[in-house]
């Protein structure tokens, strides 16, 4: 049970698996105005950054869940380097089936919504680990220009239009499973050049140190495109946010 080779080398330097930069998500854990010990479950919680600073800014405990196991070593040593590892544990194990045991202050999955097959059963499954009156937070595309066509839709990760919604409609959604939107943090192009361009250098330097590799053709090719494909595409039509929820 892990992530293919291919996205462990491509996020290798990463410690934010999504388009948010430390700020961004520094501005998150602020929104929240959680109390100091507040509980916090990360379901697919990649190298744990959210927990782990988190925990040393707001005090937060939490438990962090991912199916990498190179994410969850960093996540690990991360823990430690801030000296918050009596705060923080990780989990290697499936998140779409994963409960807590105590329910928690917040529970989040930021950019897997795969993990409950989609938005609704994402929400379905934070809201059995959530104690009445917590939050919820969901990562999530969007947007941000009409897709132009197929070629469009595909470069942004997507087999279809209809896989993303724009922002209103994505907000109108999570009305709709019966939450409120009580706050939101949006990535900007910025945030998305940096989660990307990072991806570029990893497989630049794993190319140079990997050349016998049985991945160095796949991954020499995927960077061919890479940089094009951000700018024309990814960059000008795809947004991402991370909306917290309370239920009504």
């Given at each position: 049970m892990d992530l293919p080779r291919s996205f462990?080398?491509?996020?290798?330097?990463?410690?934010?698996?999504?388009?948010?930069?430390?700020?961004?998500?520094?501005?998150?854990?602020?929104?929240?105005?959680?109390?100091?010990?507040?509980?916090?479950?990360?379901?697919?919680?990649?190298?744990?950054?959210?927990?782990?600073?988190?925990?040393?800014?707001?005090?937060?405990?939490?438990?962090?869940?991912?199916?990498?196991?190179?994410?969850?070593?960093?996540?690990?040593?991360?823990?430690?380097?801030?000296?918050?590892?009596?705060?923080?544990?990780?989990?290697?194990?499936?998140?779409?089936?994963?409960?807590?045991?105590?329910?928690?202050?917040?529970?989040?999955?930021?950019?897997?919504?795969?993990?409950?097959?989609?938005?609704?059963?994402?929400?379905?499954?934070?809201?059995?680990?959530?104690?009445?009156?917590?939050?919820?937070?969901?990562?999530?595309?969007?947007?941000?220009?009409?897709?132009?066509d197929q070629a469009c839709v595909e470069a942004c990760h997507a087999t279809s239009r209809d896989d993303f919604l724009p922002l209103p409609e994505t907000v109108e959604r999570f009305a709709a499973l019966g939450a409120d939107v009580v706050e939101m943090v949006l990535a900007d192009q910025d945030s998305w050049d940096r989660y990307a361009a990072a991806q570029w250098l990893n497989l630049r330097r794993w190319l140079d140190e990997n050349p016998d590799d049985e991945l160095h053709a796949e991954l020499r090719a995927e960077l061919d495109t890479a940089a094009a494909r951000h700018v024309r595409y990814q960059r000008e039509y795809l947004g991402w946010g991370v909306f917290v929820l309370m239920d009504r």
């Open positions: 462990t080398i491509r996020e290798s330097g990463h410690r934010i698996h999504n388009p948010f930069d430390s700020t961004k998500l520094a501005t998150l854990g602020e929104v929240l105005r959680l109390p100091p010990a507040a509980r916090l479950l990360d379901l697919a919680c990649g190298s744990g950054e959210m927990l782990c600073t988190w925990a040393r800014d707001h005090r937060m405990i939490g438990t962090g869940v991912d199916i990498s196991t190179v994410f969850l070593a960093g996540a690990e040593a991360r823990a430690v380097e801030l000296g918050v590892a009596d705060r923080v544990e990780f989990v290697h194990g499936d998140a779409s089936g994963y409960v807590a045991d105590t329910p928690v202050d917040v529970a989040a999955c930021l950019g897997a919504t795969w993990i409950g097959d989609g938005v609704p059963g994402t929400v379905a499954l934070l809201r059995r680990s959530l104690r009445p009156g917590g939050m919820m937070l969901v990562g999530e595309p969007y947007w941000r220009r009409e897709p132009a």
